[in-house]
T-cell receptor
Framework: EAGVAQSPRYKIIEKRQSVAFWCNPI?????LYWYQQILGQGPKLLIQ????????DSQLPKDRFSAERLKGVDSTLKIQPAKLEDSAVYLC???????????FGSGTRLTVV | GDSVTQMEGPVTLSEEAFLTINCTYT??????LFWYVQYPGEGLQLLLK?????DKGSNKGFEATYRKETTSFHLEKGSVQVSDSAVYFC????????????FGSGTKLNVKP
């Protein structure tokens, strides 16, 4: 079974620039999550989709972050404009809805300079 | 709301020492509980899980028992190795609540030879 695919693996941008991350979940997984993991901290849930609808985006900084999941499959997370404090690893995960079904991607490491 | 609290680190042990990392949870209902491990420079890996009260998860010499009465899921290992040095995250999922998935803040373990 293919895992959760994320790209790019690394990205370096200057503050105030924009950036986008892409995630392709495991086929058939209805739930998709985006997490932000700042160095030395636990992953923080940014947004959760169920199919192509948003279940929870309470911790998403909506003035600069946006995410979409068209057709309930792939998802894109965008930051515009980026700030220094956005430097982190952005993790995508998907789930089939059972305790065995959570799978995480390798993440995208973003550095904002 | 649903959440996970784990002991702060870092935890420093000598090789072959006994390890305990405490984790307690708050959930309205019966969550599934997980321990993830993150080695330096790598992604999250599922270490073990338990899906109902009194279940014991185990893997690579690590164990954790789902204790409903104390709302705990403490991670233990009888004899740690230098190669166990990593950050350990406790997590819970709440399938009844839109399949939410939450992480603790992480506990860094340093094992000295």
């Amino acid at each position: 079974e293919a895992g959760v695919a994320q790209s790019p693996r690394y990205k370096i941008i200057e503050k105030r620039q924009s950036v986008a991350f892409w995630c392709n979940p495991i086929s058939g997984h209805a739930t998709l999550y985006w997490y932000q993991q700042i160095l030395g901290q636990g992953p923080k849930l940014l947004i959760q989709f169920q199919n192509n609808g948003v279940v929870d985006d309470s911790q998403l900084p909506k003035d600069r972050f946006s995410a979409e999941r068209l057709k309930g499959v792939d998802s894109t997370l965008k930051i515009q404009p980026a700030k220094l404090e956005d430097s982190a690893v952005y993790l995508c995960a998907s789930s089939f809805g059972t305790p065995d079904g959570y799978t995480f991607g390798s993440g995208t490491r973003l550095t904002v300079v | 709301g649903d959440s996970v609290t784990q002991m702060e680190g870092p935890v420093t042990l000598s090789e072959e020492a006994f390890l305990t990392i405490n984790c307690t949870y708050t959930a309205t209902g019966y969550p599934s509980l997980f321990w993830y491990v993150q080695y330096p420079g790598e992604g999250l890996q599922l270490l073990l899980k338990a899906t109902k009260a009194d279940d014991k998860g185990s893997n690579k010499g690590f164990e954790a028992t789902y204790r409903k009465e104390t709302t705990s899921f403490h991670l233990e290992k009888g004899s740690v190795q230098v190669s166990d040095s990593a950050v350990y995250f406790c997590a819970l999922s709440v399938i009844y609540n839109f399949n939410k998935f939450y992480f603790g803040s992480g506990t860094k373990l340093n094992v000295k030879p």
